[in-house]
């Protein structure tokens, strides 16, 4: 059977579709956390995650909503069973407002993060926490 030109027509949209697809898919974290902190103290520490370094995206701390004190400063930490955890540096993200810090790409390994200061108050509440990495 002889394809129509309606079909030959039909197949090559088709498949110039799953081309554009493949090539147009935006690069995303390799891994996220999606959460909230509820009254989190200094000293609080989020649950651990492995990152592949299968990409190139940095990992960050992200407020997506308002919390309820002036500042939270967050400390990255990259775990080792053999030797103590590196500390990867403190950074301070205000509450006012919406917000993100960024640590850059990181090398494989597994990491969290600690609220090390609250400006303001005692604990902190945010409702909508991320982390990318």
Not at 21 to 33: D, K, R
Not at 44 to 51: A, P, V
Not at 53 to 64: E, I, P
Not at 99 to 121: A, E, N, P
């Amino acid at each position: 059977m002889i394809p129509s030109k309606q079909t030959a027509r039909v197949a090559a949209v088709a498949a110039g579709l799953v081309v554009a697809a493949s090539v147009a898919v935006p690069a995303f974290a390799e891994g996220s956390i999606n959460s909230h902190i509820s009254n989190g103290r200094v000293g609080f520490e989020t649950r651990s995650w492995w990152d592949g370094d299968s990409d190139g995206v940095s990992t960050s701390v992200s407020h997506y909503s308002k919390c309820n004190a002036k500042s939270v400063s967050y400390e990255l930490i990259h775990e080792y069973s053999w030797r103590p955890d590196a500390k990867l540096g403190t950074k301070t993200l205000s509450c006012s407002k919406t917000g993100s810090l960024y640590w850059g790409r990181q090398v494989k390994g597994d990491y969290h993060v600690v609220i090390r200061g609250i400006g303001g108050k005692a604990s902190v509440s945010v409702n909508d926490f991320r982390i990318k990495y």
